[in-house]
């Protein structure tokens, strides 16, 4: 039973530029993330992906008083993965209730408890964007035990600036930076 997991975040269309909700040249990480996703099969480690699952009338949006703009919607095409997901790759839906907001992969969902059953104890993170759902991908994956690693080249924010300061509160909170390329 494979000890790891890799848990990709958010690789959607509408976070790729064209998208309702871009992250800037978030699709220059396709690759390297697809890359991941093949190398970590190969180990036989779990494959993960987390995905915003809006329903249309979602809190986080600003038709609601939120603050983005109406983005993964369940069900469009907005919200389909952008990457090559392996057949058995877990799927996690966050923020699929209207009155709540879920930024990490663990948020409201069962995520913690597959990982736990299926005996991981190190996850690593890439994906979209760094300095929200990433982020607190990562945090959470902390605080629930599991000896965490950001992979850097396979992940991509909104601001260079605010990524730099949450790469280093990452680092400050146990996570560890590393590079797919180097694995």
């Known amino acids: 039973m494979p000890e790891e997991a890799l ?37 036989g480690a779990l494959i993960v992906a987390t995905r915003d699952w809006h329903p249309e009338n979602h809190i986080s949006f600003k038709e609601r008083g939120g603050p983005w703009p109406k983005h993964c919607v369940q069900g469009t095409e907005g919200a389909e993965f952008v990457v090559e997901l392996p057949a058995d790759a877990v799927i996690i839906s966050k923020a699929t209730d209207p009155d709540k907001e879920a930024y990490s992969g663990f948020e409201g969902t069962n995520l913690a408890e597959i ?28 605080k629930h035990g599991f000896e965490t690693y950001l992979l850097k080249d396979a992940v991509k924010g909104v601001n260079p600036e605010e990524e730099k300061k949450t790469l280093e509160e990452l680092q400050r909170a146990g996570v560890k ?6 694995l």
């Not at 040249?25 to 396709?30: N, P, Q, S």
């Not at 990982?115 to 902390?142: I, N, P």
């Not at 930076?177 to 180097?182: A, G, N, T, V």
Request: hydrophobic share 40%; net charge positive.
């Open 7 to 43: 848990i990709v975040v958010d690789m959607q269309r509408d976070f790729m530029p064209g998208g309702a909700l871009p992250v800037p040249e978030g699709d220059r990480i396709i690759p390297v993330v697809n890359e991941c996703i093949r190398k970590f099969k190969e180990r």
């Open 115 to 142: 990982l736990k059953e299926r005996g991981v104890k190190r996850v690593y993170v890439c994906g979209v964007a760094t300095e929200y759902c990433v982020r607190a991908t990562a945090l959470d994956a902390v």
């Open 177 to 182: 930076l590393i590079e797919c390329s180097s």
